[in-house]
């Protein structure tokens, strides 16, 4: 059965600083894995998602993550941490029937200036 | 492009009372999915439907809980005689075609408060 942890529920940094946010997973089959972010009191939005095409994935506002199957990790990163970026990210993989997502149960992400 | 549309936002119902939940997918897509948020905690899926079939409810409570995705109007989850435990934020995701590397577009949310 798949599955994903998220390490670390609370991430703080300063603005500027780099965003590393960890996620590993674990599957019998390949993994579709995706990151989603949550802003307060809102829906989920889609940041990047890996599906076998490329190992390092590109998504929106200057987010990437790279797919390391010997680690079976997939971690979340940004070069520089804006204010705008404060808000709870999700990693999640897809069931092999593709019928739902499994989701890790979040990371906080705090920005100081 | 109007995104997943969720209602109500905000719902308060008291013990022993009914709550609906309406979704309606982006336009297009004919695929939507359920999922609870507990305070705390990730997502956790209760209900995959396509028009008229329930396809996955492997994540459904198998009482007082039920989904439907008619062939016109949003998809409801209601849950009868609700209790405590069944405050959390509620979202659903609908997508355009059914496979594992589909993006699941989210709705905002219905907030439901069991008093």
């Known amino acids: 059965a798949q599955s994903v942890t998220q390490l670390g529920s609370h991430v703080s940094v300063s603005e500027g600083a780099l965003v590393l946010l960890r996620c590993n997973y674990s599957?019998?089959?390949?993994?579709?894995l995706f990151w989603y972010v949550q802003y307060p009191n809102q829906g989920l939005q889609l940041l990047l998602k890996?599906?076998?095409?490329?190992?390092l994935v590109k998504g929106i506002n200057g987010f990437e993550a790279e797919f390391k199957k010997s680690e079976t990790s997939f971690h979340l990163t940004k070069p520089s941490a804006h204010m705008s970026d404060a808000a709870e990210y999700f990693c999640?993989?897809?069931?092999?029937?593709?019928?739902?997502?499994?989701f890790g149960k979040g990371t906080t992400l705090s920005v100081s200036s | 492009n109007a995104g997943v549309m969720q209602n109500p936002r905000h719902l308060v119902r008291r013990r022993g009372q009914e709550a609906r939940l309406r979704c309606s997918p982006m336009?297009?897509?004919?695929?939507v999915y359920w999922y609870r948020q507990l305070p705390e905690e990730g997502l956790k899926f209760m209900v995959y439907?396509?028009?008229?079939?329930?396809?996955?409810e492997s994540g459904m409570p198998k009482e007082r809980f039920s989904a439907e995705f008619p062939k016109e109007g949003p998809s409801i989850l209601r849950i009868q005689q609700v209790v405590r435990g069944d405050s959390a934020a509620y979202f659903c995701?609908?997508?355009?075609?059914?496979?594992?590397?589909?993006?699941?577009?989210f709705g905002p949310g219905t907030r439901l408060t069991v008093l």
């Open positions: 995701a609908s997508s355009q075609d059914q496979s594992v590397t589909d993006t699941q577009y």
């Open positions: 890996y599906t076998s095409a490329a190992t």
């Open positions: 439907l396509q028009k008229e079939n329930i396809i996955d």
């Open positions: 599957s019998s089959v390949p993994p579709y």
């Open positions: 999640a993989v897809s069931n092999q029937a593709g019928t739902a997502l499994i």
């Open positions: 336009k297009g897509h004919s695929h």
